[in-house]
């Protein structure tokens, strides 16, 4: 029986540990029959080079920083290069975020501009940088998948993250927008919280772990990335033809319940 994915051409960003969720998309994309190309930049590449070696078919790892013009440049060329010529992207998966320590925590109401702006540019605009870098490559029926953290509520710690955030999620509608005329979905991921580097790095993030497995109808683990991934395959898949511009929470039932 040929996988959700079978044939396939995927672009993950975002793989950095094998914890990550981004590494358990690209995990379950190549067992249900994806081809898969990994991004990574600067020291954090040769990370990505080792961690790509733990995937069931080691996988080629390209440069792009999403701040920097030259990378979004020469990504079409570099993921090409490992595709073969002419070859189409089917799906991109944006899994990249950073805010600067001073505005998360209790630094809303001192955040600076200069950080506020590295904020919104790494963990919002970065999708529309992505998927624009991508365009000549992506194939009619291509999907882009995101992962969020709902930006519905205002959180504890999560301060200017969650306003970039919430910044990413109408970037995803607008662009749901722009690209359905190319039969180009987009569709973002909200996970419930999940112990990964990026979470670490969120001062008080353990605040989350507790209530939410309190909370949570079906239950939550935040040692397991699994199934915020397995709904990213699932969008990246032929069986979501004609959804874009949702948002799918993966978190347990937790944004549908009152305290």
Not at 39 to 54: D, P, Y
Not at 96 to 114: H, K, R, T
Not at 190 to 211: D, L, M, N, W, Y
């Amino acid at each position: 029986m040929a996988g959700l994915l079978e044939g396939k051409r995927l672009l993950v960003t975002g793989v950095l540990t094998d914890t990550s969720m981004a590494f358990h998309v690209a995990r379950l994309a190549q067992e249900q029959g994806a081809t898969v190309v990994l991004s990574s930049f600067g020291r954090q590449m040769r990370i990505t080079e080792v961690i790509a070696r733990r995937l069931p078919q080691p996988a080629p790892v390209v440069q792009l920083d999403v701040s920097s013009a030259d990378d979004l440049a020469a990504l079409a060329g570099r993921t090409t290069e490992h595709l073969g010529e002419g070859a189409k992207l089917d799906g991109v998966v944006h899994s990249i975020g950073f805010a600067p320590q001073a505005v998360m925590g209790d630094g809303f109401l001192s955040a600076e501009w200069n950080d506020v702006s590295t904020a919104l540019q790494v963990s919002a605009f970065s999708l529309q940088s992505l998927v624009v870098a991508c365009r000549p490559l992506l194939a009619p029926g291509a999907g882009v998948v995101g992962l969020t953290f709902d930006a519905s509520l205002a959180w504890p710690v999560y301060g200017w993250m969650g306003v970039a955030k919430a910044a990413f999620e109408s970037v995803s509608r607008y662009l749901a927008r722009e690209l359905g005329g190319e039969g180009v979905r987009c569709n973002l991921v909200a996970a419930g919280p999940v112990r990964t580097t990026a979470a670490k790095a969120i001062p008080g993030f353990e605040a989350f772990e507790s209530v939410w497995s309190e909370r949570a109808p079906l239950a939550w683990d935040v040692k397991d990335p699994v199934p915020p991934a397995q709904a990213c395959v699932a969008l990246l898949s032929d069986w979501f033809p004609k959804t874009t511009g949702e948002i799918v929470h993966v978190d347990g039932g937790v944004h549908a319940v009152g305290a």
